[in-house]
């Protein structure tokens, strides 16, 4: 008679939905596929809502129960639960401000359950491991995207498209943006160095050749994602955490080997990428797309004439203005109708020669007037060919007022077409701007805030624009926590930090240490120094990995 096998108790559920989400976290789909009223769920927000009403069960079964030391926990919940108090009393808002708190507390939620579920060591090293899988896949699915030149359409379901920069893609993986996707490898990349280590110290070396591979496999895509912070955040974690471990330990090894592949990567691209080094020299890509202009205030015309026009225009910019390469950057302009507000035709003229940043070139344009009297505007501007109008970057273009006197009746040409006349956008403001209105916004609302993630549906109006980027927030973790929640949420949650910081120096001075401790604080130091320039905490991929990271690091603190 067979023994029939056993059901899986909620425990053992629980931890195979943690590693599922661990791994799916790169793979959240851009709609969800449930609707329960006002409430929309993603996969990965499906998973997270198994994984805390599971935790939920556990905890109420094994009752009382002190999922982390000290109750550190309840510094944290408290925090949060103030983000909640503030999101009711922004003044606007408030239901974004709702929505952002409770991410956030269900992000602690996903912290405290990790060490409801997960009951050993060899289980939490099975949620690393998890996590290093998924760092893996971005890097994989980045790099192939990269080396065929091109987007993959599978990925449309998880992300609106691959991240640019100018003319050049950057590594994105299945994520929303190229900045998630150097998070989720700066976090991955310590957890694979101390796995490598360990399998070294037990004498697998042939294992270990692997990893390596794979370890500099995640390096290269994090210089890929061309985002600066990604490879100095992971040089300065791997140089803290040597200084930290001091030079005696032998874990210390591995860090330094990591400074120095790091090194060596960076001057690797820097000599290759022509990508990288214009990332280097800017914080975006605004700064490629600038021009200066001496171009005649007023024209006068008869209709269909050609004049040659003479301009200057001098190169600001990073860019070479080259006709004849790909993309090529041409001389633009759009003749926009007074009266009707529509625009006629958008000419182009070659750069013959190309202009270098800091070249001046003078030029005599063969305009032609449009074809019906009036008075237009003659918009100059810069355009690199399907990729952007320089003015949509950098807000710096010329204008023309034109008069349009009758002349021979002759018909309208092709290119003449009227269509509705688009305008510039206000730019993508650097932080050199969003750091100031950040901290006007905090000096106005210092104790409350205006409510959390609420900084970026209003600075535009700082800036006295009518339409801005939605999408931008402070980017700085702590700015953007001190502008959504005041000082009543912010507080305690730094609070918390630095009581975490506190035990973690503790336990890195203790022999002998876990490396996998190691591993897990050099991940979340990851968050905390590109927190310093980037906002991760609410989106899903990177939010909830920082999260799993906090409840392993709570559980390993547990006596087996």
């Known amino acids: 008679m067979t023994t029939p096998t056993p059901l899986p108790t909620l425990p053992q559920v629980g931890r195979t939905l943690l590693l599922l989400l661990a791994i799916t976290l790169p793979f959240e789909l851009d709609e969800p596929l449930l609707h329960l009223g006002p409430l929309a769920f993603t996969n990965v927000e499906l998973v997270l809502t198994a994984v805390l009403l599971l935790a939920g069960l556990v905890g109420w079964q094994e009752r009382p129960f002190t999922p982390v030391p000290n109750r550190r926990w309840l510094v944290l919940l408290l925090a949060g639960g103030m983000f909640g108090v503030t999101a009711v009393l922004a003044p606007e808002h408030n239901g974004n401000a709702l929505k952002a708190s409770l991410r956030l507390l269900s992000g602690i939620g996903l912290a405290l359950a990790v060490p409801l579920l997960i009951q050993n060591a060899a289980q939490r090293t099975r949620l690393l491991w998890a996590m290093i899988a998924a760092g893996l896949l971005v890097a994989v699915i980045g790099l192939a995207e990269l080396w065929l030149g091109r987007e993959l359409a599978w990925l449309l379901p998880f992300r609106a498209g691959i991240t640019v920069a100018g003319a050049y893609l950057r590594l994105t993986g299945p994520l929303d943006y190229a900045n998630h996707a ?10 694979l160095l101390v796995a490598g280590w360990l399998w070294w110290q037990r004498g697998r070396k042939t294992a270990v050749l ?14 890929l994602t061309l985002s600066r912070a990604s490879f100095l955040t992971i040089g300065g974690v791997a140089g803290v955490m040597a200084l930290l471990l001091g030079w005696r330990q032998p874990l210390t090894r591995p860090w330094l080997a990591l400074v120095g592949a790091v090194g060596l990567l960076f001057a690797f691209n820097s000599g290759l990428s022509e990508a990288f080094r214009l990332r280097l020299g800017s914080e975006g890509d605004s700064g490629w797309y600038l021009a200066e202009w001496q171009v ?3 024209l006068t015309l008869t209709a269909n004439e050609t004049r040659r026009v003479p301009i200057t225009v001098t190169n600001h910019g990073a860019l070479v203005w080259h006709s004849q390469r790909q993309p090529p ?8 109708q007074t009266e009707s507000a529509l625009q006629l035709a958008e000419p182009r003229w070659p750069f013959d020669p190309p202009i270098g940043p800091g070249q001046t070139a003078s030029l ?5 007037a449009p074809s019906e009297p009036g008075e237009y505007t003659l918009v100059w501007d810069v355009v690199q060919e399907q990729i952007t109008w320089f003015g949509e970057k950098s807000n710096v273009f010329a204008t023309s ?3 349009v006197r009758p002349g021979t009746d002759q018909p309208a040409p092709e290119w003449e077409t009227a269509v509705p006349a688009w305008s510039y956008q206000l730019p993508i403001p650097d932080r050199s701007t969003l750091w100031p209105l950040a901290l006007q916004l905090i000096g106005e609302r210092p104790f409350l805030g205006i409510g959390l993630d609420n900084f970026r549906l209003v600075y535009g109006r ?12 402070t980017n700085n973790w702590f700015l953007e926590f001190l502008v959504g929640g005041g000082l009543l949420a912010a507080l305690p949650f730094f609070v918390w930090l630095a009581w975490e910081g506190g035990v973690a120096w503790t336990r890195l001075r203790q022999r002998p240490v876990d490396p996998w401790q190691v591993a897990i604080l050099a991940s979340l130091l990851a968050f905390l120094l590109h927190g310093l320039v980037d906002f991760f905490l609410l989106f899903n991929s990177t939010g909830l990995l920082f999260w799993l990271l906090v409840g392993c690091w709570w559980h390993s603190q547990q006596p087996e």
């Open 182 to 191: 150097a998070m989720i490898l700066e976090a991955a990349v310590p957890l």
């Open 210 to 223: 692997l990893l390596a591979g794979l370890l500099l496999l995640l390096l290269q895509a994090s210089f």
């Open 296 to 298: 005649p205030p007023t």
């Open 329 to 336: 950057i041409n001389l633009g302009a759009r003749w926009l």
């Open 364 to 368: 005599q344009i063969p305009l032609r």
């Open 401 to 403: 007022q034109v008069v």
């Open 462 to 473: 700082l800036l006295q624009a009518d339409s801005w980027n939605d999408t931008i927030h």
